[in-house]
């Protein structure tokens, strides 16, 4: 269900996974199963049980549960959403996180967050997944974005662009991004792309360190396919999903973007957007507050 639909039942089964990369996360996967209890069972990834023995554990395609809880960053989340379709709830560890609704450095928060999850007082936020094919294979789906970047360092690619089949044109660049709104506010954003509303029913394409300055990011309907075709000869191209492996792109090769039938499906205890992106140094003004502790919108000096 949309943003503002509450949670049909309390969940009876949770699914845990934490970056075992991250000492504090998994510090913060331990402090969760305390919190739990004997409230709900518990099923952890194999990566995470690895760090966390004597607990049940399940591969990413055999997860049973409700809700998947992630502990860690951004890259976690996007980790968790490419290997499974389960509700997630997204647990900062201390990251950028902004994909994340709960701050986990806070004992308070988390302890709270704990209490509504299994009471049932949450909402489930859906987010538009982009699919791809290349050489008619389809990739993995992405959360945020596809990358398609040429490999060799210090030269541009040339790529040729087509909506829903009818050539656009072409652009000279490093690579091209086509991201979700999710994604406006990563890897799009620092090509300058425009950030996008979750809500919105579409998605960005933008250029990487484009050869022409004036290039522009464009905002795309949500039932447009995109077609990237690589016309760099003798030179390497690579296709990313969210920033996950590469699948090389041949020359005269395409791939083929479009909105994936499946969702990321993320659990919300009510905050806003925005004040998720607050503090991240991402929205273009200020957050100053006023004298009553109010948020003032001001532009940049």
Do not use: C
């Amino acid at each position: 269900m949309g943003e503002g639909g509450l949670g049909d039942a309390r969940p009876v089964k949770l699914a845990l996974h934490a970056n075992p990369n991250k000492p504090g996360a998994l510090s913060l996967a331990r402090r969760t199963l305390e919190l739990v209890g004997r409230r709900a069972e518990v099923v952890l990834t194999e990566e995470l049980g690895e760090h966390v023995p004597d607990r049940p554990t399940a591969s990413w395609s055999k997860l049973q549960a409700e809700l998947l809880v992630a502990i860690g960053g951004d890259g976690t989340f996007l980790h968790a959403l490419r290997r499974t379709l389960l509700p997630l709830l997204p647990v900062n560890a201390g990251t950028l996180g902004v994909l994340a609704e709960v701050d986990g450095r806070s004992p308070a928060e988390l302890e709270t967050a704990v209490d509504q999850l299994l009471g049932g007082r949450y909402f489930l936020e859906e987010r538009t997944k982009l699919a791809a094919e290349l050489a008619g294979r389809p990739l993995p789906d992405a959360t945020n974005e596809y990358v398609v970047h040429a490999t060799q360092v210090g030269k541009m690619g040339t790529f040729e662009i087509a909506f829903d089949g009818r050539r656009a044109g072409t652009v000279r660049a490093d690579g091209l991004i086509v991201a979700t709104p999710t994604g406006s506010t990563a890897y799009a954003l620092s090509s300058l792309g425009p950030i996008v509303e979750p809500e919105v029913d579409g998605f960005v394409l933008t250029a990487i360190a484009p050869f022409r300055v004036e290039a522009r990011a464009v905002v795309l309907g949500g039932l447009r396919t995109v077609r990237i075709r690589s016309l760099r000869e003798g030179g390497k191209t690579v296709v990313l999903a969210d920033g996950d492996g590469e699948h090389p792109l041949g020359p005269g090769e395409a791939v083929t973007i479009y909105r994936s039938p499946r969702r990321a499906s993320l659990v919300r205890f009510g905050t806003s957007y925005f004040d998720r992106l607050r503090g991240k140094r991402i929205l273009p003004w200020s957050e100053e507050e006023d004298g009553g502790g109010r948020a003032v919108l001001s532009a940049p000096p």
